[in-house]
């Protein structure tokens, strides 16, 4: 499709379903995948720290979740972008990670049902590019239904996005000062839900994708988005908060050629943990700095069997350091929020050596570095961030992402827990992407965060952005 810049960024803003499958069927094929999984293993005598229990009760969604998930594919970008400021996986070492998003703008369309499809370009990648896209895509896809679940569960707060590696290093990191948590298995990310004044409630999630095309003769054992989910099952089983089975779980696939267009197939898990409330101020707040700990990991979980209680490894975090806990997932959240709007060495402020300061402190090499430069009014909002202009069948596109102004230099100032109590006050206040005239496609969350992509003006200035 040799579509114009103009069109690839309406089709972006376009409403379209997103098709998820939690179901009876589902459990039952996973099931199958996973003992698939075991006689494979077995057969080849495999036994490595890869490989270990899983999550028990997986189970379908409740029914009020289950329904398509209806968006924009800029939405799922800029979900992806959010998620992934802190990831360290790319060259930019965090400071522009949250833009590699950008290369899948002509990869979305809709089928004749509404339903959104890869496009010609989409099925396209080859070698490892077609493994790069399934993995990042799958991110986007897993975590965009994960999130509408928790906003069903709990429609008073705020959902917040972290990567499990780095909450986790600052109990688990092996070396210092880089910090790493070696191959030990775990799941990707974490999925806050959080109100000023109350304990947040702390979801492990796994997002995983996938090109397969099922046929009828496709079998349940070899089918990929059932082998995914029963791997998840694995990984998520490798993180808990206080004892075995305290934390609640999410494990998803994402079927890129689906017959009913992109699926995501999503599991769940109960938990009754509940991290404790922060004070606003002092040193049990979210605006101190946090301090290494040495947490167990290596048996640290009791898991029963028909044979009695087993131990194995896993991530645990104690009882007694869950206000710990609680403190380096805001301020996890804090970094990543910064990094979106392209904090600079503000984002340092809020990390430890072994989460990579360094990184997020220092401009690694020319064109990785993010600042919040960029300003834009939108629907009379001031926000302050980033921006990345690129090229679109040969016309330059701008990307903007960034927060407002008055919450990013709440966070910049280091004032994590007044930020979220004002974020809280304002979360129904934000903009609707129809009220921007001025971008092709814009993705606003309540937490005050926006990102937004229009065909450069013509003649435009950074000066023009803003109202005089």
């Known amino acids: 499709m040799n579509s114009t810049a103009f069109d690839v960024i309406r089709r972006l803003g376009d409403l379209l379903n997103v098709q998820v499958n939690s179901s009876p069927e589902l459990i039952a094929g996973v099931g199958k995948a996973a003992a698939a999984v075991d006689r494979e293993r077995a057969k080849k005598k495999t036994r490595n720290e890869g490989h270990g229990p899983r999550k028990p009760d997986l189970r379908q969604l409740p029914r009020a979740e289950c329904g398509p998930v209806r968006m924009t594919p800029w939405d799922l970008l800029a979900t992806f972008a959010r998620a992934t400021t802190l990831a360290r996986q790319g060259r930019g070492r965090g400071l522009a990670e949250h833009w590699q998003g950008l290369k899948y703008c002509r990869a979305f369309a809709a089928d004749r049902h509404g339903s959104l499809r890869l496009t010609d370009e989409g099925k396209a990648p080859e070698l490892s590019y077609r493994a790069m896209q399934a993995r990042e895509l799958g991110r986007a896809f897993g975590l965009a239904v994960a999130e509408r679940a928790l906003r069903e569960r709990y429609p008073d707060r705020l959902i917040g996005i972290v990567d499990v590696e780095t909450v986790l290093l600052p109990g688990f990191a092996r070396t210092r000062p ?17 109100r000023p004044g109350e304990g947040s409630r702390i979801f492990v999630v796994t997002v995983n994708g996938n090109h397969q095309a099922v046929k009828p003769k496709t079998s349940a054992s070899s089918r990929t988005t059932y082998r995914q989910l029963a791997r998840g099952g694995e990984r998520v089983e490798r993180f808990h908060l206080g004892r075995w089975n305290g934390a609640s779980t999410l494990t998803t696939s994402t079927e890129f050629l689906a017959t009913a267009g992109v699926t995501v197939h999503v599991l769940h898990a109960g938990g009754d943990v509940e991290l404790p409330v922060r004070p606003t101020s002092g040193a049990d707040s979210a605006d101190v700095a946090i301090r290494r700990r040495a947490l167990p990991y290596v048996d640290s979980v009791a898991i029963p069997t028909e044979r009695g209680a ?7 975090i104690p009882e007694k350091e869950f206000s710990w806990f609680g403190r380096v997932v805001a301020r996890a959240h804090a970094a990543g929020q910064l990094s979106l709007a392209g904090g600079g060495g503000t984002v340092g402020r809020y990390l430890i050596d072994e989460q990579g300061r360094k990184h997020f402190s220092e401009t690694a090499f020319a064109g990785t570095a993010s600042v919040h430069d960029a300003k834009v009014c939108l629907a009379g909002e001031r926000y302050v961030g980033t921006d990345q202009v690129f090229r679109i069948n040969g016309t330059r596109v701008e990307a903007f992402s960034g927060m407002a102004a008055d919450l990013y230099g709440l966070l910049a100032e280091g004032k994590v827990e007044e930020y979220r109590r004002r974020a809280y006050e304002r979360r129904e206040g934000w903009p609707e992407p129809d009220d921007i005239d001025d971008w092709g496609a814009s993705s606003f969350r309540p937490d005050g965060t926006a990102l937004a992509i229009r065909v450069v003006p013509e003649q435009a200035s950074p000066d023009d952005r803003l109202p005089r």
């Open 178 to 194: 880089a910090g790493t948590l070696g191959a030990r298995p775990r799941p990707d990310f974490l999925l806050e839900a959080w």
């Open 310 to 316: 087993e131990r194995h490894n896993a991530f645990l």
